[in-house]
Structures are given as structure tokens and as C-alpha cells.
């Protein structure tokens, strides 16, 4: 189920560095989450905007499908040198109007997803809050699949929603050789995004984040 959630971005720097540029520029409002130089990496190699926004997309929750609007949106891939990508990102950007609404529809598809995951159990070890961003995640419980975990976080002030993928790869292509080195890769990444992003989003307008919404139903926690 969570291969299926890979998203269409290169498989190498290399290739990221050879690919046709974007057709638009990275949207202004969303340059703070693409100006990020990760101490020790992984480093961004791609961003891709979105061909045509304003738009809508379908989300699975878990009360049925729904429609979510997107004022504009990119992904952005990040990668170990000569390794595997490590993360695929994608970032929307909600209208203001809809977002108290779409924002719950939002953490529903998330539930959802996990939901149908024979092997995945959600992160209630990390905070509900990272730098500002309020934050929900679960995992694969083994390196299994191509895709390990699944982390989302809002920027309530700036209605900005941000889903990462962590990715699996074959073992001498990824930077980890067990679930804790994974798992403490992957928190480094979420506290050195979230940090750097707040900092260029003007660090203050994040501190006193909005009230969690209630999601569409309770959490489903795997074995």
C-alpha cells in the first residue's frame, strides 16, 4: 500500500541535475520550505512546482473520498550524495477560506492510510509540535517496502500542509542499515526542515501555532 505513495521525482542527484528545469518558478510563498541547506545532509536536488494551480485533488479518508483545494504546491526530493533518494516531500499551499475545513480532511486521509498498513504504527514518541509545526507520523515497523514513513505537518498561520516520504532503498544505497539508524536519520531530517523553514517563515509568526482540529475519527494505532 505505501509503495503506491511514492512520489514521481528522480531516483538520483544525478539524475535531478540532468532532468529539464521546472516549467514555473518555486512559488513565493512557499521559498521558505526549498531554501534549506541541511548541516550533513541530505541535500535538495529537485523541486518541481505544481503545472497548474489553483487545482483540486482527491484525498481517501477515512469517511470516503473528498476533495481537497490547493492554492498552489511543489515537490522537492532529497538525497544522500551517491546514495538513493532518502525523502520526497510535497508541499500545498490551502486557501485561507477552506482551510479550518480541508485541514481535518487532511489528517483523516493521513489516518487512512495507516489504517491499511499491515506493518506500520504511528510516531506517539515525538511531540505534537516540531519547531512550530504541528506534526503527526507513523512508520513501518521493519525496512520492508519502498516507502518507510509518512509525516505530516502544518503551518497553521500560512495554511501550508507538508507531507514527507521517507524512502527504503536496497542496502548500499540508503545511509541505514537498521530501523534506529532510519528512525534517527529521519528525526534529524524533521528537526532540521522544520527548523530551518521556521527561521525563513519569520521564526515569531510560528510560535504560538494554532489548536490542533479534531480529526474526522479517532486515531488507529497498528500493532
Do not use: W
Amino acid at each position: 500500500m505505501l509503495a503506491a505513495l511514492t512520489l514521481a521525482l528522480p531516483l538520483t542527484a544525478q539524475s535531478a541535475a540532468t532532468s529539464k528545469p521546472a516549467t514555473r518558478p518555486v512559488p513565493a510563498a512557499l521559498k521558505p520550505y526549498t531554501s534549506c541547506q541541511i548541516p550533513g545532509g541530505p541535500d535538495l536536488v529537485q523541486t518541481i512546482p505544481l503545472p497548474q494551480v489553483p487545482m483540486t485533488r482527491p484525498a481517501q479518508t477515512l469517511t470516503g473520498p473528498k476533495q481537497i483545494k490547493i492554492m498552489d504546491g511543489l515537490l522537492a526530493a532529497f538525497s544522500y550524495p551517491n546514495s538513493a533518494p532518502f525523502a520526497n516531500v510535497k508541499i500545498e499551499q490551502l486557501p485561507a477560506s477552506t482551510y479550518a475545513l480541508e485541514k481535518p480532511e487532511l489528517i483523516s486521509e493521513f489516518d487512512a492510510i495507516n489504517a491499511k498498513g499491515e506493518d506500520t504504527q504511528r510516531n506517539y514518541a515525538m511531540k505534537p509540535t516540531l519547531n512550530g509545526f504541528e506534526v503527526y507520523g507513523f512508520d513501518r515497523t521493519a525496512l520492508d517496502g519502498n516507502v518507510l514513513g509518512i509525516y505530516l505537518f502544518f503551518d497553521n498561520p500560512h495554511h501550508v500542509a507538508t507531507t514527507a516520504y521517507f524512502l527504503n532503498a536496497p542496502v548500499g544505497q540508503r545511509r541505514f542499515a537498521n530501523v534506529q539508524e532510519y528512525s534517527s536519520l529521519r528525526d534529524g531530517f524533521l528537526n532540521a526542515y522544520t527548523m530551518c523553514a521556521r527561521k525563513a517563515l519569520g521564526g515569531g509568526s510560528l510560535a504560538k501555532p494554532a489548536p490542533k482540529s479534531k480529526p474526522a475519527a479517532a486515531h488507529r494505532t497498528r500493532k
